[in-house]
């Protein structure tokens, strides 16, 4: 079964932070376009970072700028998403995406396949 798997979630402090890992199982990630979107109770998707397959990344949302960065390991099949200076209003569930390409910054990619999100809660 082909399932993409996130990880790495949790509760943290204002200021904190985690790093979010996406994972195949079932087929290899390394040539796959892999984006990070969120969504919080009662608001909308929002895309947050998208990384090509040749490194390329493309930012979503100003407000992470400077905080969050994506990255892939393709020996370890796997892509990361860094979550520094985390806010309170970073907290949402974090889901990791195969698309077929990331888009300008101010597009909303078509999501192939999804995992099952990772929650993410800023508090203190």
């Known amino acids: 079964q082909l399932q993409l798997v996130e990880s790495g979630g949790g509760l943290v402090q204002p200021g904190g932070s985690l790093r979010l890992s996406c994972a195949a199982s079932?087929?290899?990630?390394?040539?796959?376009?892999i984006y990070w979107f969120r969504q919080a109770p009662g608001k909308e998707r929002e895309g947050v970072l998208c990384?090509?397959?040749?490194?390329?990344?493309?930012n979503y949302v100003d407000s992470v700028k400077g905080r969050f960065t994506i990255s892939r390991d393709n020996a370890k099949s796997t892509v990361y998403l860094q979550l520094n200076s985390l806010k309170p209003e970073d907290t949402a569930v974090y889901y990791c995406?195969?698309?077929?390409?990331?888009?300008?910054?101010?597009?909303?990619?078509?999501?192939?396949?999804r995992g099952q999100g990772t929650q993410v809660t800023v508090s203190s």
């Open positions: 995406a195969t698309v077929a390409a990331c888009g300008s910054s101010s597009s909303r990619p078509l999501v192939l396949r």
């Open positions: 079932g087929f290899v990630l390394d040539y796959y376009v």
């Open positions: 990384i090509s397959s040749d490194g390329t990344t493309t």
